[in-house]
């Protein structure tokens, strides 16, 4: 199982960016994917999870109405749209796993970012004017 985040980079407070988290070697449908972010000096946070098949999706409360989960089953990827980005977005953003065979509720799932078994590497977003 491997994960690629990609799409991170430089951006002004206010601008948008859009991750994408890839999967090589096997098929995503059907997975649960958590994006997770890490700030300098601070712990992971789970920032938006979405379920197997994208019907149920989490979004942590300082990202709502700003960040937006997609799957593209056809690309094998799922998104992160994120805009109005704040200062305080700045992080290395991961995506993540779980066996497909382990269903939790998505926001269970974004408050543990412990229990995701595998991780791809982050991508750096820095929002600074």
């Known amino acids: 199982v491997q994960l690629q985040a990609s799409g991170g980079g430089l951006v002004q407070p206010g601008g948008s960016l859009r991750l994408s988290c890839e999967a090589f070697?096997?098929?995503?449908?059907?997975?649960?994917i958590g994006w997770f972010r890490q700030a300098p000096g601070k712990e992971r946070e789970g920032v938006s999870c979405?379920?197997?098949?994208?019907?149920?999706?989490y979004y942590t409360d300082s990202v709502k109405g700003r960040f937006t989960t997609s799957r593209d089953n056809s690309r094998n990827t799922v998104y992160l749209q994120m805009s109005s980005l704040d200062l305080e977005d700045t992080a290395v953003y991961y995506c993540?796993?779980?066996?497909?065979?382990?269903?939790?509720?998505?926001?269970?799932?974004?408050?543990?970012?412990?229990?995701?078994?595998?991780w791809g590497k982050g991508t750096l977003v820095t929002v600074s004017s």
């Open positions: 993540a796993t779980v066996p497909r065979t382990v269903v939790h509720p998505v926001e269970a799932l974004c408050k543990n970012w412990r229990a995701m078994r595998y």
């Open positions: 070697g096997f098929t995503l449908y059907g997975w649960q």
């Open positions: 979405v379920s197997g098949d994208g019907g149920d999706i």
